[in-house]
């Protein structure tokens, strides 16, 4: 266990840092290499609840954020994407940042997201998420490819040079105490899908809806399924799961002292690079195969199912409408292609442009969601009948999370194939696509296999 040299936490409520005289200090440092699950250990159990996890597909960049020097976060709706903006840039407006390699990902960085929709049913269990969470952490790791940096965030009133020989014995301490610890599993004792006839009850009117509608063209409906565990289960142990079971998806886990949200989701909602701008569509599924040949025969089913094509090109549209008054450029392919995951296929379309300058990745998110493939279309019709027909609280399923750096690079992607650890207890969520000729049998299969990445890395069997 490593001690933090920096006792001294400020917790922001969108409230408290105009007050503040506490200007942010920022050291990053290039090291050798660590393993990211050690450096996710440090501080433990001093830090449990204050940590994060990011991992995008095939290992290219790996964040992990340990010690919560501040957090943001917001009840409400009002805004509540552009004053998470407005307060990290009042942060950064004061910064001292010493970071030579302004390499994407390192430095001062928030990690964090936005509950589905904050007019929906809450629950207690996503109380200490709101509908905003932001994590600015104390001790940062960013693997890029091949290259490690360390990154040590505090705030300072005092001369700066003082704090240089802290910051260095930080460094020290961090890169020796990062060792991994084996973290058993706990075993699953109970498996139970949540309110399954009234879930198909509400697929079938949800489907009488659109059949009579000449407005409402899609509307996603989401379920619940609840494990119970032998002991509380850890974020280590899950977020290690996931990693070794899901190469090809996004990986990522926000803690709280109350619970953690966690998930490995293939979807990306949109990546900013200076002023490069990628989104992607990922809408209708089908299946796997272990049979090569009947998994391409599956796949090509897909390719030419007109429901998948169908609901797949609402949400290209959606994208491109986004983001066209933001760049200077789009590039939109015409025809989609197949994204396999271990359990699960998409019809996937890459969407990049050229951002406007002065245009934030904030504010794309905040245009951006909910995508027509996990709300549905038109947008505030479909989520009108969500909320009357769902009756359970999302939280940060199928919500925007990710990261923001000084430089105002980042990356969202779409919460799904996530949970919520919470104790002796997990709550996985799933949903799918409803238009005119929807099956609600076929509905309940499809979202079965999407619980399959959660339920897995938990050690839940599938049958």
Request: glycine fraction near 8%; aromatic fraction near 10%; hydrophobic fraction near 35%.
């Amino acid at each position: 266990m490593i001690n933090s040299p920096f006792q001294t936490k400020y917790t922001n409520t969108l409230k408290h840092n105009a007050q503040s005289n506490h200007v942010l200090v920022s050291y990053t440092k290039k090291v050798n290499k660590i393993d990211p699950f050690a450096f996710y250990q440090i501080n433990s159990p001093v830090c449990e609840g204050e940590r994060f996890f990011w991992k995008s597909p095939d290992d290219d960049t790996t964040i992990v954020g340990s010690g919560l020097l501040c957090s943001f976060s917001n009840s409400g709706a009002d805004d509540r994407f552009s004053r998470i903006e407005a307060e990290w840039n009042e942060i950064l407006s004061s910064a001292v940042i010493d970071n030579p390699f302004r390499v994407p990902g390192t430095g001062p960085l928030l990690f964090g997201g936005f509950s589905f929709d904050p007019y929906s049913l809450k629950e207690e269990k996503w109380q200490p998420f709101g509908d905003a969470l932001f994590y600015l952490p104390e001790y940062m790791l960013t693997i890029i490819g091949e290259d490690y940096y360390l990154t040590v965030n505090l705030f300072e009133s005092e001369e700066l040079a003082s704090q240089s020989n802290k910051v260095k014995k930080t460094f020290d301490i961090l890169l020796k105490g990062a060792e991994s610890s084996q973290v058993s599993a706990p075993k699953l004792e109970r498996k139970e899908e949540l309110s399954v006839p009234e879930w198909l009850t509400s697929v079938a009117e949800v489907v009488d809806e659109l059949q009579s509608s000449d407005t409402v063209n899609k509307v996603v409906l989401s379920r619940e399924m609840k494990l119970t565990f032998s002991k509380p289960i850890s974020s280590e142990y899950v977020v290690k799961q996931l990693h070794l079971q899901q190469k090809d998806s996004f990986i990522f886990l926000l803690e709280t002292p109350d619970g953690s949200f966690a998930g490995a989701s293939p979807e990306r909602l949109v990546k900013k690079m200076n002023d490069q701008v990628l989104s992607t569509s990922l809408a209708g599924s089908i299946g796997r195969s272990e049979d090569p040949a009947e998994d391409t025969d599956l796949g090509n089913m897909l390719l030419n199912d007109e429901k998948n094509l169908y609901e797949h090109d609402l949400v290209v549209k959606m994208i491109k409408g986004a983001l066209e008054p933001y760049c200077n450029e789009l590039q939109v392919p015409e025809n989609p292609v197949l994204l396999k995951t271990p359990y699960i296929q998409h019809l996937y379309t890459p969407v990049s442009g050229i951002s406007k300058p002065g245009t934030s990745i904030l504010h794309l998110v905040g245009q951006m969601h909910p995508t027509p493939a996990l709300g549905g279309v038109p947008t505030d019709q479909a989520m009108k009948i969500i909320r009357d027909k769902e009756k359970m609280d999302r939280g940060f399923y199928a919500s925007p999370i990710g990261w923001t750096d000084f430089d105002g690079n980042g990356e969202f992607i779409v919460a799904i194939r996530s949970g919520l650890l919470k104790g002796k207890q997990a709550f996985l969520y799933a949903g799918c696509g409803l238009v005119a000729d929807s099956d609600p049998n076929d509905e309940l299969k499809e979202t079965g296999i999407k619980f399959l990445p959660m339920l897995q890395a938990m050690g839940g069997k599938s049958e």
